[in-house]
């Protein structure tokens, strides 16, 4: 009898002892859920702060922002650029570095050639033309017009004022230049056969002279046929 009771002592104890081991393990399950809980819910608060903060910096910077088009053809005539977004705009002449002009773009369904740019690592190279200021909808016509040529940004440091007028670029202000779909490109031969579209070499070389002598000089010896 005493042998029993001895066991069953035995067996009691050692159910306590599996049920403290279930109870420290549970409670350690629940310490460790806990802790990622809280791992969780910190890179939540931080990741949303970010977003909030990425948020609230570029609707600060758009407010702020000025966006301005290179133009560099039929654009630098005051004329032709009242006619495209309907205002009167301040234009102020500049010259790009990097930046190669030719008649290298086909026009109406490739009958006729106008000017494109490209991108060039001369140190020589280099390209006249003018800063316009614009709003959303402005660019937006001005890129509806431009269907044969895509949008890219151009950096600031490009840029200088020998013209004799000058803006102050903030570094939150965006430029922008068109460059010739690949689609529209002409080649040396191509351009060579294809004239000038009428009275657009007209348009360009009247913009180039109502800007001064300076403006129209470097406008004729950076433009390659």
Same mark, same amino acid.
């Not at 629940?30 to 909030?52: G, K, P």
């Not at 109406?108 to 991108?119: E, H």
């Not at 922008?176 to 779909?181: G, L, N, R, S």
């Given at each position: 009898? %005493?042998?029993?009771?001895?066991?069953?002592?035995?067996?009691?104890?050692?159910?306590?002892?599996?049920?403290?081991?279930?109870?420290? +393990?549970?409670?350690?399950?629940?310490?460790?859920?806990?802790?990622?809980?809280?791992?969780?819910?910190?890179?939540?608060?931080?990741?949303?702060?970010?977003?909030?903060?990425?948020?609230?910096?570029?609707?600060? %910077?758009?407010?702020?922002?000025?966006?301005?088009?290179?133009?560099?053809?039929?654009?630098?005539? +005051?004329?032709?650029?009242?006619?495209?977004?309907?205002?009167?705009?301040?234009?102020?002449?500049?010259?790009?570095?990097?930046?190669?002009?030719? !008649?290298?773009?086909?026009?109406?369904?490739?009958?006729?050639?106008?000017?494109?740019?490209?991108?060039?690592?001369?140190?020589?190279?280099?390209?006249?033309?003018?800063?316009?200021?614009?709003?959303?909808?402005?660019?937006?016509?001005?890129?509806?017009?431009?269907?044969?040529?895509?949008?890219?940004?151009?950096?600031?440091?490009?840029?200088?004022?020998?013209?004799?007028?000058?803006?102050?670029?903030?570094?939150?202000?965006?430029?922008?230049? !068109?460059?010739?779909?690949?689609?529209?490109?002409?080649?040396?031969?191509?351009?060579?056969?294809?004239?000038?579209?009428?009275?657009?070499?007209?348009?360009?070389?009247?913009?180039?002279?109502?800007?001064?002598?300076?403006?129209?000089?470097?406008?004729?010896?950076?433009?390659?046929?």
């Amino acid at each position: 009898m %005493k042998k029993v009771k001895k066991e069953k002592q035995q067996e009691k104890q050692q159910e306590k002892q599996l049920e403290k081991l279930q109870k420290e +393990k549970q409670q350690q399950e629940n310490r460790e859920i806990c802790l990622d809980l809280c791992a969780m819910s910190t890179t939540f608060v931080m990741s949303t702060t970010f977003v909030m903060f990425t948020t609230f910096v570029l609707f600060f %910077k758009s407010i702020y922002m000025s966006i301005y088009v290179f133009g560099y053809g039929s654009l630098i005539n +005051k004329n032709e650029l009242i006619k495209e977004i309907h205002k009167n705009k301040n234009i102020i002449p500049v010259l790009v570095k990097g930046l190669k002009r030719s !008649f290298n773009v086909s026009s109406k369904g490739g009958k006729y050639k106008v000017l494109g740019v490209r991108n060039s690592s001369s140190s020589k190279a280099e390209c006249n033309g003018v800063l316009v200021k614009v709003n959303k909808e402005e660019l937006a016509e001005l890129i509806e017009r431009e269907k044969n040529y895509s949008i890219k940004p151009i950096k600031k440091d490009r840029l200088s004022f020998p013209y004799g007028k000058e803006v102050e670029l903030k570094n939150e202000d965006q430029l922008f230049c !068109f460059y010739p779909e690949t689609l529209f490109k002409l080649t040396k031969t191509e351009s060579e056969r294809i004239p000038i579209r009428p009275n657009y070499l007209n348009i360009c070389l009247e913009g180039a002279k109502a800007l001064g002598e300076d403006f129209f000089n470097d406008f004729i010896e950076t433009t390659q046929e």
